[in-house]
C-alpha cells in the first residue's frame, strides 16, 4: 500500500482540478489502493475521481465533493464527512461503520454491500438510491430521506429512523427488526416481504402503500396511518394498532391474531371479514375477538 507521504495530494488535487475544467488538460485524481489514514480533504474537490479500494480511515471530509466519484471497497471507518456530497457515487461494497455523515447526499449513488452499521447519518439523502444487501444496522437515521429509493436485502436492524421518509420507495426482503421508526413515513411505497418484529412504528404513514405479506409481530403501530393502502397477507400477531385508520384500505387475509385494535379507525365489516381475528384479538370496540360479522365491533368505541 502506498501511504499518504508519499504522494503528492496538493499536486494530484490542483491537476485534478484542471481535468475537471478541462479533460485535455490536468490528469484524473486516481488514489485507489492508497492508504490516507487521518488526512485531512475537508472541502476537497473530489468529484468523478477514482478511489477504488482507498483506505481513510478517521479522515476529514467534512463538506467534502465526492460527487460520480468511484469508493468500490474503500474503507472510511469512523471518518468524518458530514456534509459531504456523494450524488452519483458508486460505493459498493465500501466501510462507512462509525462514520460522522449528518447530511451527507447520496442521492442516485449505488451502494450494493455497503455497510453503514452504527453510522451516524442524521438528515443525510437517499434519493433514487439503489443498492442491494446494505446494512444500516444500529445506525442513526433520524430524519433521512430515501424518496423513490430502491432497497433489495437492506438490514435496518435497531436502526433509528424516526421521521425517516420512504416516499414512493421500493423495499423488498428488508429487515427492521427492533427499529425505531417512530413518525416515520412509507407513504405511496411498496414494501414487499419486509420485517417488522418489535419495531417501534408510532404514528407512521403507510397511506397507499402497497404491503405485501410483511411481518409486524409485536410491533408498536399506534396511530399509524394505513388509508388507502393495499395489504395482501401479513403478520401483525400481537402488535399495537390502537387509534391507527383504515380508511379505504384493502385488507386480504391480514392476521391480526392478538393484536390490539383498540379505538382503530374508519375499519369496515368486509376488512374484518377477510382477515384473520381470534379470541386475544382486541377489536375497535375494545372487546376481545374474534370478529363477528355485523357486530358492530369494527366501531371504536
Same mark, same amino acid.
Given at each position: ?58 479522515? @476529514?471530509?467534512?463538506? /467534502? =465533493? $465526492?460527487? !460520480? #466519484?468511484?469508493?468500490?471497497? *474503500?474503507? %472510511? +471507518?469512523?471518518?468524518?464527512?458530514? &456534509? ?70 437492506? @438490514?435496518?436492524?435497531? /436502526? =433509528? $429512523?424516526? !421521521? #425517516?421518509?420512504?416516499?414512493? *420507495?421500493? %423495499? +423488498?426482503?428488508?429487515?427492521?427488526? &427492533? ?78 391474531? !392478538? #393484536?390490539?385494535?383498540?379505538? *382503530? ?37
Amino acid at each position: 500500500m502506498v501511504v499518504a507521504s508519499n504522494v503528492p495530494i496538493v499536486g494530484v488535487l490542483r491537476a485534478h482540478q484542471e481535468w475537471l475544467a478541462d479533460a485535455s488538460t490536468g490528469s484524473r485524481a486516481d488514489l485507489s489502493g492508497m492508504t490516507f489514514n487521518e488526512g485531512n480533504f475537508a472541502r476537497a474537490d473530489l468529484s468523478r475521481a477514482l478511489l477504488i479500494g482507498v483506505t481513510m480511515l478517521d479522515t @476529514d471530509l467534512t463538506g /467534502a =465533493n $465526492l460527487t !460520480g #466519484a468511484n469508493l468500490d471497497r *474503500a474503507d %472510511l +471507518q469512523r471518518s468524518n464527512l458530514a &456534509g459531504a456530497s456523494m450524488e452519483g457515487a458508486s460505493i459498493a461494497n465500501t466501510h462507512f461503520t462509525g462514520a460522522w455523515m449528518a447530511g451527507v447526499n447520496f442521492s442516485e449513488a449505488k451502494g450494493n454491500g455497503a455497510r453503514f452499521r452504527r453510522a451516524e447519518l442524521k438528515g443525510a439523502r437517499f434519493l433514487d438510491f439503489a443498492a442491494q444487501e446494505i446494512s444500516f444496522r444500529e445506525a442513526l437515521m433520524v430524519d433521512t430521506s430515501f424518496h423513490q429509493a430502491r432497497l433489495y436485502e437492506a @438490514d435496518f436492524q435497531d /436502526a =433509528n $429512523l424516526s !421521521g #425517516a421518509q420512504f416516499y414512493h *420507495a421500493r %423495499l +423488498q426482503h428488508t429487515k427492521f427488526n &427492533g427499529a425505531i421508526l417512530i413518525g416515520a413515513s412509507f407513504q405511496g411505497s411498496k414494501v414487499d416481504h419486509c420485517r417488522f418484529p418489535a419495531a417501534k412504528l408510532a404514528d407512521v404513514k403507510f397511506k397507499r402503500a402497497e404491503i405485501t405479506q410483511c411481518i409486524f409481530r409485536d410491533a408498536d403501530m399506534r396511530n399509524c396511518d394505513f388509508r388507502e393502502a393495499r395489504m395482501q397477507g401479513g403478520d401483525f400477531c400481537r402488535a399495537v394498532l390502537t387509534g391507527s385508520r383504515f380508511g379505504k384500505a384493502h385488507l386480504k387475509t391480514v392476521d391480526f391474531r !392478538g #393484536a390490539n385494535l383498540a379505538g *382503530a379507525q374508519e375499519m369496515t365489516v368486509e376488512q374484518l371479514s377477510m382477515s384473520l381475528t381470534d379470541h386475544n384479538t382486541t377489536l375497535p370496540n375494545g372487546k376481545k375477538g374474534p370478529y363477528m360479522k355485523y357486530s358492530g365491533a369494527e366501531k371504536p368505541a
